[in-house]
Nanobody, 125 residues
Framework: QVQLVESGGGLVQAGGSLRLSCAAS????????VGWFRQAPGKEREFVAAISWSGTGTYYADSLKARFTISRDNAKSTAYLQMNSLKPEDTAVYYC??????????????????WGQGTQVTVSS
């Protein structure tokens, strides 16, 4: 069975940094695109970043590109999201997701097949 488990969330002051991890099991990790999404109370789940199977292609929401970095280590079956210069509006539950490799890296959450349980990120002002 496929399982994705996020970790690394927590409470941080504005301007601080967090590094989220997504550990995968039950799949051949290198065959999957990995995405990060977030959802704040009362808002729809939104795209944060995605990374191709090899890690050579990375994609970001336009508003986050300057502050967030996605990466992966296929040998460890783990993906990461480095978040810098955090703002209160970044407060949300952050999810990692996976979908089999395809020609176009998707940005819509409905296009991902597997999801983690989420990890809470709270940024105080």
């Amino acid at each position: 069975q496929v399982q994705l488990v996020e970790s690394g969330g927590g409470l941080v002051q504005a301007g601080g940094s967090l590094r989220l991890s997504c550990a995968a099991s039950g799949l051949t990790f290198s065959r999957y695109i990995v995405g990060w999404f977030r959802q704040a109370p009362g808002k729809e789940r939104e795209f944060v970043a995605a990374i191709s199977w090899s890690g050579t292609g990375t994609y970001y929401a336009d508003s986050l590109k300057a502050r967030f970095t996605i990466s992966r280590d296929n040998a460890k079956s783990t993906a990461y999201l480095q978040m810098n210069s955090l703002k209160p509006e970044d407060t949300a539950v952050y999810y990692c997701a996976a979908v089999p490799r395809r020609a176009v890296v998707p940005r819509n959450p409905g296009e991902y097949d597997y999801w983690g349980q989420g990890t809470q990120v709270t940024v105080s002002s």
